[in-house]
């Protein structure tokens, strides 16, 4: 993205008073030598006299003095109040903690402080909590011998917790991620489909991988690489059912998918694919806003990455992302398979 195409987009924000950009840039007004947070109320100036900067300090050096309607020179109450919340949370990451005492803690209430999570970090309380756990647990998984003391030092209370929370976000249980993947048994098929040869693989806990190529070869060997100590064995008649799926959401009548997932991700890349799954068939998005959707607008980036590390094609719609000049882009399968998708659904 261009400097002049950022510019035009954080006008946009500032037309539209949005709170998430006052996280990231303030604006000044040339005529009236005055800068403010993108929120002000304040009555709108010409674009024209409006030049931008990262942070209050860098318009003050400029020579403009800090607006006292929105007072932009000081921390934003709701960047103040989510990093106490955040602090708090890791202060007390082996407790449960409840809404409303949360709430007490940066002086909002339940429901107001369950909002101001899912506006900044796209998550709840609970998600930012179990997240922060999980981080903790996979850094000690790593360090100590035995996986029940990581588990303590992680803040879980009990192995059945701990083990919710472990296929979500290792995508294998702890003792197989201590061992790079060893004894996990990876069944998997490959079909045809109007996109060449296409492969899915699933775990006893979910589908891992969709993936599509020209050669059975090539994706059995991008399988290993990615899975190097598991075993593979091929088993068409148990993944039928899945394979009949994901092809039909393919070449016939709309379908939802709703199979059990089985992948592991960091919980921005599950913020993105959760995103992707929401965008309706036949339509597109693009990069930059996804990024706005999980409240991260300057992510931009980030977003394309979770979208090129997507290891389940059509189940997770990486495809429906384009670029903002209406371009494809990339696509880990090839940009003449993301043609084809699209084509496919919107004709549909």
């Known amino acids: 993205m261009s400097a002049v195409q950022v510019w035009d987009r954080a006008w946009q924000m500032v037309e539209a008073r949005k709170p998430v950009a006052d ?34 300090e860098l318009a003050e ?24 919340a955040c602090e708090y949370i890791e202060r007390n990451i082996d407790s449960t903690i409840k809404l409303d005492k ?6 909002l209430s339940a429901f107001h402080t369950q909002r101001l999570f899912r506006r ?13 756990r999980m981080e903790h647990f996979r850094t000690n998984l790593l360090t100590n011998d035995s996986v029940t003391t990581a588990m303590y030092e992680a803040g879980f209370a009990s192995s059945s917790r701990l083990y919710e929370s472990a296929n979500e976000h290792l995508g294998m249980t702890p003792t197989e991620y201590r061992r790079g993947g060893k004894d996990l048994t990876i069944h998997y098929t490959i079909a045809d489909s109007p996109l060449g040869k296409m492969l899915v693989a699933a775990t006893d806990a979910g589908l891992c ?24 064995k091929r088993d ?12 039909a959401q393919l070449t016939e009548h709309p379908v939802t998918l709703e199979l059990p997932l089985d992948v592991r991700a960091t919980v921005f890349q599950r913020r993105v694919w959760e ?12 990069y930059s806003q996804i990024a706005e959707e999980i409240g991260q607008p300057t992510a931009v980036r980030a977003v394309a990455r979770a979208c090129a590390t ?6 997770v719609p990486c495809h429906r992302v384009i670029g903002s000049d209406g371009k494809l882009t990339g696509y880990r399968w090839g940009v003449e398979r993301k043609k084809k998708l699209l084509e496919l659904e919107a004709s549909q």
């Open 23 to 56: 996280m990231l840039f303030v604006y000044a007004v040339r005529t009236t030598g005055i800068y403010c947070r993108p929120s002000c109320p304040s009555r709108r100036p010409l674009r024209s006299s409006v030049e931008f900067f990262a942070t209050g």
């Open 61 to 84: 050096r400029a020579g403009y003095r800090a607006c006292k309607r929105c007072a932009p020179g000081q921390a934003h109450p709701q960047t103040q109040m989510l990093t106490s």
């Open 102 to 107: 949360l709430g007490k803690v940066v002086g």
């Open 120 to 132: 900044y970090l796209g998550i709840s309380p609970r998600q930012y909590q179990q997240a922060r």
């Open 209 to 232: 991988t969709v993936a599509f190529g020209s050669l059975e070869s090539e994706l059995e060997d991008d399988l290993a690489s990615r899975f190097p100590a598991s075993e593979r």
């Open 236 to 247: 068409e008649a148990n993944l039928g059912a899945m394979v009949k799926q994901i092809l």
């Open 275 to 286: 995103a992707l799954r929401r965008i309706p068939r036949g339509q597109t998005r693009t």
């Open 310 to 315: 997507n290891p389940v094609a059509v189940v």
